[in-house]
């Protein structure tokens, strides 16, 4: 499979710069782990609706390490920490820009790189074609101009054609109309005038249209 191939291509060609980021990141995540269960221990705060506290959940390194690796992530779903957790925050903030912007820079630019290797090695293969020669138009099937299902299925969804253009246009109504409705839904002054149904039926037939 093509895609798969390229996918390992670029981690192969990649794998001592992402070993060694994969690695810095495994540290970081532990002595961020470390240093949250340090600042954060005997703090009693409660947070969320489940009771627990910060101190439970910061109690040892293993526990707060899912944790410490979702504020890693830049996710914040917790922020009532003792000032020593907040600096630690601090830090991760920073530290967390480079342990997720340098693997994903290390592998756009694996992809970049594989993709020229590729494109040189299809030109070499055809003879160097001009640019123009391979963004030439290719002819449609017989089968979409022969009148039958497929061709007129192929009519309706292709933006080239008036119909296929009238559709795409009702699909962007539809996905605006979707949004203005999750809006009225979060007021729940409207969602009691309007009624649940409301929201549901128009939803359900969205949703009908779209699969």
Known sequence: IPSITLIDDVFRDNAVPLGVTG???????????????????????????????????FKDVPTAMPYTLIL??????????????MVVCFLMCLFAVSIVSIPSSIIASGFTAVA?????????REGHKTQEAKEEKV??????????????????????????????????VFIFTNIGMVILESDPGFRAQIGESVFSYYEGGTAVVYT
């Open 116 to 124: 020229m290797k590729e494109r040189k090695k299809r030109n070499a």
């Open 72 to 85: 890693l992530s830049g996710d914040y779903p917790l922020c009532d920490f003792t000032f020593w957790g």
């Open 139 to 172: 002819a449609p099937p017989k089968y979409l101009n022969d009148g039958s299902t497929a061709a007129e299925i192929h009519s309706f969804l292709s933006p080239d054609d008036d119909n296929g253009v009238w559709f795409d246009n009702l699909m962007r």
């Open 23 to 57: 690695f810095a990141a495994a540290v970081f995540w532990v002595i961020f782990s470390t240093m949250m269960w340090m600042a954060e221990d005997g703090d009693a705060v409660v947070t969320g609706d489940n009771g627990i506290t910060q101190a439970d959940r």
